[in-house]
């Protein structure tokens, strides 16, 4: 198959059941990986140990998500409320939870091609959501991850410009390089979502424009790029990506991101060199794609952006462009 086709890549290339790699949720993070399986036994004692010892916001928003993508969350996670009623941190998870349960209700497909039930469902548990959400930002003024994830749950509820932005705000004040906010903003600046290919790259841009050296928020620009790559008709989105400037401003977002010298790994940075070595590969720049292959090799690959690639299984995708790459 040609570098840069949408097509599922050919069974030779894959790898035999017995070497398969697999997506791992815990993106290889010893402590996620105890997260997931302290929500799975429905452990909130350790859960609540681990979550109330992380500081940073960033960190603490990724550890959120973990937790609230365990199956099974809603079934168990009333009676850790019912328990801790003075705590914020039990509502906070229920809340994040209800977010991905929302999402899992109404599938990945584009709404032309999604049921009318599926869209209620959708609503009725973001609505659950933010109900939870709000309640944590209105008891606690210093929480961020609530915060973020209210964006998240933003773009599902069509909530309006001036409100996304307000929610928005309301994260960056109080950490102005919000991971989580960040990425949450752009997508609703999509134009599959709510707004355009200019809103989106002008977002990226200035978001990259006072990003500290080192900060994954550069990564915005890659993320951009995918975006209007995925856009694309077919033919037309392989020529966009070998543009020689569109290859040129990845180039910088990693020269201050990922290339920097300042930049530390923090958890989930898997998603971030899987967005890279995807762009460095579409753009046929397989130097810079094949150390980040060599980086993430079998052990550290996302579903994302992979996804992106057709209806296929994202690791075959991963494999097919990983081996092309070596």
Not at 99 to 107: I, L, N, P, Y
Not at 111 to 135: S, V
Not at 297 to 320: A, E, K, R
Request: some cysteine; aromatic content about 12%.
């Amino acid at each position: 198959m040609g570098l840069f086709s949408r097509k599922r890549p050919d069974q030779s290339q894959q790898a035999s059941d017995a070497s398969r790699p697999t997506i791992d949720k815990a993106q290889r993070d010893p402590a996620a990986r105890q997260l997931i399986t302290a929500m799975e036994r429905r452990d909130w004692a350790s859960a609540r140990g681990f979550l109330q010892s992380v500081r940073d916001p960033d960190d603490h928003a990724f550890y959120i998500s973990v937790c609230a993508d365990v199956d099974g969350v809603q079934d168990w996670i009333g009676e850790w409320v019912a328990a801790e009623p003075q705590s914020t941190l039990p509502l906070l998870v229920q809340g994040a939870h209800g977010v991905f349960w929302a999402w899992e209700a109404r599938g990945s497909a584009r709404a032309e091609a999604t049921q009318r039930e599926q869209f209620d469902l959708f609503f009725k548990r973001l609505r659950f959501a933010e109900n939870c959400l709000d309640e944590v930002a209105d008891r606690d003024q210093y929480d961020t991850t609530a915060r973020a994830f209210l964006l998240t749950s933003g773009v599902g509820r069509q909530v309006d410009l001036e409100e996304q932005q307000r929610r928005f705000q309301d994260v960056v004040k109080r950490h102005p390089t919000h991971k989580w906010a960040h990425g949450a903003m752009q997508q609703y600046l999509c134009r599959k979502w709510f707004g355009s290919h200019e809103q989106m790259f002008a977002f990226a841009r200035q978001t990259s424009g006072y990003a500290p050296p080192g900060s994954q928020l550069h990564g915005g620009l890659v993320e951009a790029h995918i975006e209007m790559w995925l856009d694309l008709p077919s033919g037309e989105d392989v020529e966009y990506m070998k543009r020689p400037e569109v290859g040129a401003e990845i180039r910088a977002a990693a020269q201050r991101s990922i290339w920097h010298p300042s930049y530390q790994p923090r958890p989930g940075w898997p998603k971030l060199h899987n967005s890279f070595a995807f762009a460095f590969w579409q753009c046929g720049d397989m130097q810079a794609a094949i150390d980040q292959f060599k980086l993430i090799g079998y052990t550290y690959i996302t579903d994302h952006p992979w996804h992106y690639m057709g209806g296929g299984d994202p690791v075959d995708y991963y494999l097919n462009a990983y081996g092309g790459g070596r």
